[in-house]
């Protein structure tokens, strides 16, 4: 039991650079309090003494200001960051070494009595502040919740799901094991938006230019044909920073690979 509580004490430490001291973490962290209340609940649950699971679970609420259902199941190293506001209800698995931020809700879509009803969360999972999980699938290994986000349905290993409905933005399953701080990533971070609309007017300037060179080419054969200057478009301020983190990414050279490459045939 005291390695439990060790362990327990120590992941937060690591995950929190505030925890200045590990008597700190056990007398002012209301997450820790929380899942500790939480043991003494799940276990009186599932011994048959569910009033008092019940009732345990509500003095716990009242303390910190988190609720975790008793027949909620809960891993070992989970953290709960900050924590007012977070709801886990009665069929949620949450995986070992999850972090859970202030918020966050870990519900269920279906009011039908003995089946699963919330998700399940594998391990290393990061569930950002204020992200609602709604339902009875999995959120696998390593995954990242941003905050607010709305998951509806299964994100795969190592995903990173952001948005209202929850979209997968990005997938890297060899750092499933590396932790994001409110489920932020490089991915998370992006404008799908403006990355789309600046994919788009990059590949429209590609083919001006395209065009001009063809036109030059057809005017030195045939000077009937007439000059064509076509004026570069300009990106937007809210896409310049979506092109210039595709340019840095390691596969963003084959676009532009591909437009060299159309341009040397031509010329």
Same mark, same amino acid.
């Given at each position: 039991?005291? %390695?439990?509580?060790?362990?327990?004490?120590? =992941?937060?430490? !690591?995950? %929190?650079?505030?925890?200045?001291?590990?008597?700190?973490?056990?007398?002012?962290?209301?997450?820790?309090?929380?899942?500790?209340?939480?043991?003494?609940?799940?276990?009186?649950?599932?011994? +048959?003494?569910?009033?008092?699971?019940?009732?345990? =679970?509500?003095?716990?609420?009242?303390?910190?200001?988190? !609720?975790?259902?008793? +027949?909620?199941?809960?891993?070992?190293? &989970?953290?709960?960051?900050?924590?007012?506001g977070v709801v886990i209800g009665e069929t949620a698995e949450v995986g070992d070494d999850c972090t859970i931020y202030q918020g966050v809700t870990l519900g269920g879509t279906s009011l039908t009595r003995g089946v699963k009803r919330h998700p399940t969360l594998g391990r290393n999972v990061v569930v950002g502040a204020g992200a609602k999980v709604l339902g009875p699938f999995? &959120? +696998?290994?390593?995954? @990242?919740?941003?905050? @607010?986000?709305?998951v509806v349905r299964a994100v795969p290993e190592g995903a990173t799901a952001v948005g209202i409905p929850a979209r997968i933005v990005g997938i890297d399953a060899q750092r499933k094991t590396e932790f994001h701080a409110y489920g932020i990533t490089d991915e998370g971070m992006s404008d799908p938006v403006a990355k789309a609309i600046a994919k788009i007017l990059e590949h429209v300037q590609a083919q001006d230019e395209q065009i001009t060179r063809m036109c030059k080419?057809?005017? !030195?054969?045939d000077s009937r044909m007439p000059e064509l200057e076509l004026g570069r478009l300009e990106l937007p301020d809210f896409c310049k920073g979506e092109a210039e983190a595709d340019r840095r990414a390691p596969n963003a050279g084959s676009a532009d690979r591909r437009h060299t490459d159309g341009r040397t045939a031509l010329d």
């Open positions: 039991m005291f %390695d439990r509580l060790r362990e327990d004490i120590r =992941s937060i430490r !690591e995950r %929190d650079p505030a925890a200045q001291s590990w008597w700190e973490v056990v007398t002012c962290y209301p997450g820790l309090h929380a899942i500790w209340a939480h043991r003494v609940s799940h276990w009186l649950w599932t011994h +048959g003494f569910k009033w008092l699971a019940r009732l345990n =679970s509500h003095f716990a609420r009242w303390l910190t200001g988190i !609720e975790i259902h008793p +027949g909620a199941r809960i891993g070992r190293r &989970v953290f709960i960051d900050h924590g007012l999995t &959120v +696998g290994d390593g995954a @990242n919740i941003g905050s @607010n986000a709305v080419i057809v005017r !030195e054969l």
